[in-house]
């Protein structure tokens, strides 16, 4: 519920996975954002020009045509840095490390991309995994089916 209206009726898995907009994204689990204008548009995928100028392909959820601004929504546990780990082809932007936070079984990196000082990455700590280190620039990426292209507010 937002002002009194159902936003989406759906079991928590869905909500998760698929909110069909903003504020569900952020009603439940943490999620990233991302603002950008829609250029393309095609059945089940679009690409995206975030304000820094880099190009993503999303997943067009309740966006129609090019031009359109758009909200992208992108869980920090599907994002990635360690490139090999996605197919060859994916969109990637570039990212500074702000911080690196130690939690035991996960790190968690807080990054700047395409203006946005939030966006929060969720790594496994796992054997040979990488530790970044404040001020270092990577490259960050995700699946197309992960970046969902919201209506923006």
Request: hydrophobic share 35%; charged share 25%; net charge negative.
């Amino acid at each position: 519920f937002n002002d009194g209206r159902i936003q989406q009726l759906a079991p928590p898995e869905d909500l998760y996975e698929r909110p069909e907009n903003g504020f569900v994204a952020q009603f439940i689990g943490e999620n990233n954002t991302l603002e950008g204008t829609v250029e393309t548009i095609g059945e089940g995928n679009c690409t995206v020009r975030l304000g820094d100028g880099s190009v993503i392909d999303a997943l067009p959820v309740n966006v129609s045509r090019a031009g359109e601004r758009t909200l992208l929504s992108i869980r920090p546990e599907r994002a990635e840095f360690n490139l090999d780990r996605l197919p060859e082809g994916t969109h990637t932007v570039k990212a500074e490390v702000l911080e690196f936070i130690y939690m035991g079984d996960i790190f968690r990196v807080r990054l700047r991309i395409a203006g946005n000082e939030n966006f929060v990455i969720k790594c496994r700590n796992a054997v040979g995994q990488r530790r970044l280190r404040p001020g270092e620039v990577i490259d960050v990426g995700w699946l197309p089916q992960d970046c969902r292209a919201l209506e923006a507010a």
